[in-house]
């Protein structure tokens, strides 16, 4: 599945919250997509995900307008976890990662053994299998993301975009279901607000700020101090980790760094 966004604009309630994107998640790749809170991340993955039609530009999946494909195509091809999930009725852990599974079938057709099997290896994968006659309502933040990843994982999609996939979750399952998601070799796109993980995971980083790519690059182009200072507004120390080869990002705040050179001062003094 190669997804791609070209010249992407966006206004909601007559303000320019998407200028001119270019976005390119090709075959394979895991893509993140990193900015401040507010910068258009959850907007650029809804118009690619087919919530918000772009006011200009195209979104295509596999050189189809991703806007020309019925609900269900779309379904079968993009599986999509949100920020938010939110349910209306009282489902069961089990019932919401069947519904995964709609896209395969035909109106009221009922669950098939290889559903069931397939659900069941979901929560297997996303550490829920306890849980699956439980209520979705009564499920702490993070629970409720390792189900919802679940589901998206029994659609069975080849491109899976994903808006703060670790978001709720605690250091221990945001390691697990990045490593799931990274083995399940599909395309990815995902709204990321750790740098650290993005530099860990990611193929391919997007830096998107005040509705426009600041960079693009691989995690070790992109990530500098230089770039995340103008972006993010902190300072940063970057090193190359010994084991994992990966960048590693120490943050100082304006107000720690001011201290240390107060410090440093008095010590030289
Ligand atoms: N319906 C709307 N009308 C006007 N402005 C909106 C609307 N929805 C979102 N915005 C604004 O668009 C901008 C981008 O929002 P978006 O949710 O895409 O940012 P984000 O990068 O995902 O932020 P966060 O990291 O906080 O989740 C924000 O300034 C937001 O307030």
Not at 40 to 56: E, F
Not at 123 to 129: A, C, I, N, Q, Y
């Amino acid at each position: 599945m190669n997804l791609q966004a070209r010249q992407v604009s966006v206004a909601l309630s007559g303000k320019k919250i998407l200028e001119h994107i270019d976005v390119q998640v090709s075959q394979g790749m895991f893509v993140g997509l990193i900015g401040p809170n507010g910068s258009g991340k959850s907007t650029l993955l809804k118009s690619m995900y087919r919530i918000k039609k772009p006011d200009d530009g195209i979104v295509s999946l596999n050189g189809e307008d991703v806007y020309q494909l019925s609900a269900r195509q779309a379904a079968q091809r993009m599986a999509v976890v949100r920020q938010e999930s939110t349910v209306e009725f009282d489902f069961t852990v089990r019932e919401i990662v069947m519904m995964g599974r709609t896209a395969h079938k035909r109106l009221f057709q009922t669950d098939t053994a290889e559903d069931t099997r397939l659900v069941h290896e979901a929560l297997v994968r996303t550490g829920m299998e306890e849980y699956a006659e439980r209520s979705f309502q009564s499920l702490s933040g993070g629970e409720k993301q390792r189900v919802m990843i679940a589901r998206a994982l029994v659609q069975e999609a080849k491109l899976l975009i994903l808006d703060e996939p670790t978001n709720h979750l605690d250091i221990r399952y945001q390691l697990q279901i990045m490593d799931l998601l990274r083995n399940l070799r599909l395309t990815v796109l995902a709204a990321l607000h750790d740098l650290n993980i993005a530099a860990m995971y990611c193929d391919h980083l997007y830096v998107i700020n005040e509705g426009r790519i600041a960079a693009n690059g691989t995690p070790e182009e992109v990530l500098t101090p230089n770039l995340i200072h103008e972006v993010f507004g902190v300072e940063t120390e970057i090193y190359v980790h010994p084991k994992t080869q990966k960048k590693h990002i120490v943050f100082f705040s304006g107000m720690h760094t001011s201290r240390w050179e107060k410090e440093e001062v008095s010590t030289a003094l």
